[in-house]
């Protein structure tokens, strides 16, 4: 008798567990379900946009890293070519002188005119007569009349400056090539220089004199 009844409350027992555990699988696999397929529809919805995004901005980063290396190779060949052009025009430039500069020399060498050839007083009378002035310089005489009037007052003073304070001329030579004349006159306060150079002497300009300068007759 109690044996038969412990048999029916094992049976019990292993109803209810089997009705138990049923419940808990459907409850289980209706959850997954569940999740699986709200995982499923996000993927679908949200990997797919994800994925163009990354590919835009890796598309962009390697397109923009592109053309700065197009700009950087355009800038480095165009200063290497500007240099190899700067090279080859230096390297002519030095050959044409390396050519031309010692027959230049040799001519002017030839040409040079001595110190003995210059002449002061002639020069300065030149000078303040206006004779290097251009044509439609305003103080350059005008007709015979003022030329005549140039001359006369160029020569007295010319001679004054000489008989009363005198003068001192200086050369100075450059390889034999040309003469500088530097004339102090204390009379008319001015310095004026020359340079002979090619078989003449040219008037170059005057300026006033300092006020220690000493001059000598």
Not at 16 to 42: D, M, P, R
Not at 43 to 66: C, I, K, Q, R, W
Request: hydrophobic residues 35%; neutral net charge; proline residues 4%.
């Amino acid at each position: 008798m109690s044996k038969s009844k412990s048999d029916d409350e094992r049976s019990k027992f292993m109803m209810i567990a089997e009705g138990l555990t049923s419940v808990l699988k459907s409850s289980l696999g209706t959850t997954s379900a569940t999740s699986s397929s709200s995982s499923s529809s996000n993927n679908n919805n949200v990997s797919p946009p994800l994925a163009s995004d990354g590919e835009d901005v890796v598309h962009s980063f390697f397109s923009s890293a592109t053309l700065q290396n197009q700009d950087l190779w355009k800038t480095i060949v165009m200063i290497v070519g500007i240099w190899t052009i700067f090279r080859t025009l230096a390297s002519i430039l030095w050959q044409i002188a390396i050519g031309i500069l010692p027959t230049l020399w040799f001519y002017l060498y030839q040409t040079c005119p001595s110190r003995e050839s210059f002449e002061g007083r002639k020069e300065l009378k030149r000078v303040l007569r206006g004779y290097h002035l251009s044509e439609d310089h305003p103080e350059k005489p005008k007709g015979y009349m003022e030329s005549i009037m140039a001359k006369a007052s160029a020569s007295l003073m010319a001679e004054t400056a000489f008989a009363v304070t005198g003068m001192d001329i200086i050369f100075t030579s450059y390889q034999g090539a040309c003469l500088l004349v530097e004339m102090k006159v204390p009379s008319t306060t001015s310095k004026f220089y020359w340079i002979g150079i090619a078989g003449s002497w040219r008037y170059l300009y005057s300026r006033p004199l300092s006020n220690d300068t000493t001059t000598t007759k």
